[in-house]
């Protein structure tokens, strides 16, 4: 398995930005695809974005495509979730997370075996 640190949530207005970072150790980072997904109060997890592991292919969930950037420097062990024109819907805490296999892109929670503690993220209107 891997740590993972993420840092950046806050409160925010809706229509601003935030930027999430998530700073990982303990594994070849480099070899795997990293992933973010949500939970709200009361709701399930859910997925929200995920990055290969060379950074040339992202797959976003459709409720944030178009305002949310997943991205990530493998020299800094860091992937990031750039947000752009948050709605109060995304208040959530959101955490980043590694798959149990390498090389290969998913998608869903089980594929992944790694979780970062989260970061609450609250959009208010």
């Known amino acids: 398995q891997v740590q993972l640190v993420e840092s950046g949530g806050g409160l925010v207005q809706a229509g601003g930005s935030l930027r999430l970072s998530c700073a990982a150790s303990?594994?070849?980072?480099?070899?795997?695809?990293m992933g973010w997904f949500r939970q709200a109060p009361g709701k399930e997890r859910e997925f929200v974005a995920v990055?290969?592991?060379?950074?040339?292919?992202?797959y976003y969930a459709d409720s944030v495509k178009g305002r949310f950037t997943i991205s990530r420097d493998n020299t800094k062990n860091t992937v990031y979730l750039q947000m752009n024109s948050l709605k109060p819907e995304d208040t959530a805490v959101y955490f980043c997370?590694?798959?149990?296999?390498?090389?290969?892109?998913?998608?869903?929670?089980?594929?992944?075996?790694?979780w970062g503690q989260g970061t609450q993220v609250t959009v208010s209107s």
């Open positions: 303990g594994r070849t980072f480099s070899i795997y695809a």
């Open positions: 997370a590694a798959p149990k296999t390498p090389l290969i892109i998913v998608h869903t929670a089980k594929d992944f075996d790694s």
């Open positions: 990055i290969n592991w060379s950074g040339s292919s992202t």
